[in-house]
């Protein structure tokens, strides 16, 4: 095909302005939000003490000292602080972007998700909209994407991947463009698993997913074996390997055929650092506790003066709680009419969260629920969408339930944020015992 020739092609191909301008808005929404008061704490908060001063080793030597972990994320950190310096906002300000692509791939996630014969575009519109503003008042997308930690940066590429995962079940989706979509979740996934290794249960779940449809449903699918083995196995290694070509430059001192026995001493390294964490910390807490709330964590606790600065890792108590009851009905659904929702949603969900049962690790904390916790958007959508013949209360009860959510996260906000408070006000958010 000739140049012009392609270029017609990818002229027709029809584009959703409405959707795109939701998504720069959401975009730029998020980042502002995001980027206020984000130099508080004014020093290293939690987990940064780990990945900045490895992000500033990786800018002066291409080394990297924190061996336990793939160095994608510590590369994005660094690229922050080359770009806005040695400081608060500079550790920061690349969580904030992908804090924010966070929430427009949560809406792709959720149009691709909830598209539906049965339903008309402007209400999937609308499910995929509140999907994402509920996303952004769940307290867990704000305090990760301003803090520089790894699963900021992970969750990001997962939520795309994801969401192209989700396209190819459209049934009218082209077949070329259900292979791009093929092509992106390898690359995604490949992204994710070089910035955090949790991400392999996400390339684990979406591969076993697609290979599964692809043998019972055929005609869903629409891609041989091995074009699958190739945009879901060979990409998503390829993008792994070559997010550690920065590190193996800078560490490499032998002929370069020998580079890959490095890489692979590399990924052992890791795996002995991962086994090797220590397993007590004060916040320390089971994967049983994450979905009820009972042990949430603080990042930070900074004394100034008579205030105190703190930021408060907890998911917004209605959304965490009111999302439980959702999944509730997510499985209901499905035993009654094999949703198609129903089952991405539990699949997702179940796929993040009890993979904690069996990962091999001694210390667990909140945050692991990360991932897990912003599954629960979709499952509140999809609970309270419009049916008939009482869509207009479902459309009345979502919305209200999305103006209370809001009205939690503002309640929240100045220990979600940092800002100053008494030194004993601290407590008024404190609804359990557990939360200290």
């Known amino acids: 095909m000739t140049v012009r020739g392609t270029a017609r092609k990818l002229s027709a191909v029809p584009v959703d302005r409405r959707a795109v301008l939701t998504c720069v808005a959401l975009f730029a929404a998020a980042q502002i939000l995001f980027l206020i008061h984000l130099g508080t704490p004014t020093g290293l908060n939690f987990d940064e003490s780990h990945y900045v001063p490895a992000a500033r080793q990786f800018l002066d030597s291409h080394t990297d000292p924190n061996r336990e972990h793939p160095p994608l994320g510590k590369i994005l950190?660094?690229?922050?602080?080359?770009?806005?310096?040695?400081?608060?906002?500079?550790?920061?300000?690349?969580?904030?972007?992908?804090?924010?692509?966070?929430?427009?791939?949560?809406?792709?996630?959720?149009?691709?998700?909830?598209?539906?014969?049965?339903?008309?575009?402007?209400?999937?519109?609308?499910?995929?909209?509140?999907?994402a503003l509920v996303t952004l008042v769940n307290h867990l997308l704000y305090v990760q994407?301003?803090?520089?930690?790894?699963?900021?940066?992970?969750?990001?590429?997962?939520?795309?991947?994801?969401?192209?995962?989700?396209?190819?079940?459209?049934?009218?989706?082209?077949p070329e463009r259900r292979r791009r979509c093929l092509a992106l979740t390898g690359v995604m996934l490949g992204l994710a698993m070089a910035t955090k290794w949790f991400a392999v249960v996400a390339w684990v779940a979406c591969l076993g997913l697609v290979v599964a449809a692809r043998s019972l449903l055929m005609s869903q699918i629409g891609a041989t074996y091995g074009e699958l083995a190739r945009y879901l196995v060979v990409y998503p290694l390829l993008v792994y390997f070559l997010c550690f070509v920065p590190r193996m430059v800078g560490e490499h001192q032998g002929p370069w055929y020998a580079a890959p026995v490095d890489f692979l001493n590399m990924q052992v390294g890791m795996y002995q650092g991962q086994i090797n964490v220590p397993g007590q910390h004060p916040y320390m807490s089971r994967w049983y506790q994450w979905p009820l709330l009972n042990?949430?964590?603080?990042?930070?606790?900074?004394?100034?003066?008579?205030?105190?600065?703190?930021?408060?890792?907890?998911?917004?108590?209605?959304?965490?709680?009111?999302?439980?009851?959702?999944?509730?009905?997510?499985?209901?659904?499905?035993?009654?009419?094999?949703?198609?929702?129903?089952?991405?949603?539990?699949?997702?969900?179940?796929?993040?969260?009890?993979?904690?049962?069996?990962?091999?690790?001694?210390?667990?904390?909140?945050?692991?629920?990360?991932?897990?916790?912003?599954?629960?958007?979709?499952?509140?959508?999809?609970?309270?969408?419009?049916?008939?013949?009482?869509?207009?209360?479902?459309?009345?009860?979502?919305?209200?339930?999305?103006?209370?959510?809001?009205?939690?996260?503002?309640?929240?906000l100045p220990v979600l944020s940092g800002s100053p408070i008494g030194s004993d006000e601290f407590r008024k958010w404190m609804w359990f015992q557990s939360w200290i």
Request: with cysteine; charged share 15%; proline share 3%.
């Open 145 to 174: 994407a301003r803090i520089a930690m790894l699963d900021t940066f992970m969750f990001a590429f997962l939520a795309w991947a994801a969401a192209a995962v989700t396209a190819i079940w459209d049934v009218d989706i082209a």
């Open 295 to 412: 042990r949430p964590m603080w990042y930070a606790f900074e004394r100034d003066g008579g205030n105190v600065h703190g930021v408060l890792l907890v998911g917004n108590p209605l959304v965490m709680w009111g999302g439980v009851l959702a999944l509730v009905y997510c499985a209901i659904d499905w035993l009654r009419r094999r949703s198609r929702q129903s089952f991405l949603i539990l699949f997702f969900y179940l796929s993040f969260f009890l993979s904690w049962v069996v990962i091999p690790r001694r210390l667990s904390l909140y945050y692991y629920y990360y991932p897990a916790g912003m599954i629960l958007s979709f499952a509140l959508a999809h609970a309270l969408r419009d049916r008939a013949p009482r869509a207009g209360r479902y459309r009345v009860a979502r919305w209200a339930f999305l103006v209370a959510a809001t009205g939690v996260f503002v309640y929240f």
């Open 77 to 131: 950190i660094a690229a922050g602080i080359a770009l806005l310096g040695d400081r608060p906002l500079g550790w920061r300000v690349m969580s904030t972007v992908f804090g924010a692509l966070t929430l427009v791939g949560m809406y792709v996630w959720a149009r691709a998700l909830f598209k539906d014969r049965a339903l008309v575009p402007s209400k999937v519109e609308g499910l995929a909209l509140w999907t």
